[in-house]
């Protein structure tokens, strides 16, 4: 480990060479090569079928008993069932602040802290813990979340930063044509006529889980992006809400916005959130 620290900060000696590069070339904002869904294959290899083939073997049928729960489905069933993506907003009706602080308080605060020493034979240095309401790997809890609100009833239009401990909003200033701009992005990224009412940027503190993890530190980071954007479907859908992951984040842009470097607290995901316009036919 010694000779690493003279490759940069320390910032960046707590990075694997493989995860700062996956990290740079799958978002956008430190290079110019083709992202997205851009079917680059279309013409060369067949797509793949939505249902895998069935392996060969007897079949041993479950639909009997799946039958008889979905007499008596469960109301979190049913939330996994109703979950769809959302991407037109009705703009007429936009979230309220208090929808918005349930959403928050339901996906993502602090519930209790706690520390512990981590050993190794010895007493080591006594590290902080957090509890939130999605499982996070080693308990890091490395995921912030930043708000581009465009519309909510009760907020000003601007850039946030959710404080999970405090189960509040810090209003962070920046350039109007940044905060036009990562809202513009979100809304080409969805194919939707206009922005989301709020954008959610999903960041990482990414020393916080590199600290501890060798060589799949960024893969367990974004499996916690998983969880977390996972959260924020069910809980928006529970209220009453509609909600889209976003496939693309700037990391440069973000970095701008917020004035930290890319490589110590940067985007890593994004959730569009609002009150969905009521569609005959639901987006999945």
Known sequence: MGPRLAEGDHNLVLWDFHDLLFHARSTEGRHANPLGGVYPYAGVVAPLPA???????????????S??????????AKVLHDRHSTRTFDDRSPITFAELSRVFDCAARVLSTWKSNIGFGVSGPAVEYAVKP?????????????????????????????DAGEHAL???????????????????ALDAPAAPQVLITIAARFGRISWKYCSLAYALLLKDVGVLTQTLYLIATDTGLGGCAVGTTNIDLFAKMTGIEFHVEGAVGQFALGRGLKMGATEQ
Request: hydrophobic share 40%.
């Open 51 to 65: 249902v895998r083939p069935r392996w060969p073997g007897k079949k041993i049928n479950m639909r009997k008993f």
């Open 67 to 76: 039958a008889a729960h979905s007499m008596t489905i469960s109301p979190f």
């Open 134 to 162: 999605y499982p996070s790997a080693g308990a890091s809890y490395e995921l912030e979340l930043y708000l581009a609100v465009d519309k909510c009833k009760g907020l000003d239009r601007g850039f946030y930063h959710y």
């Open 170 to 188: 810090v209003p962070i200033a920046v350039r109007t044509h940044y905060l036009e701009a990562l809202l513009t992005g979100a809304k080409f």
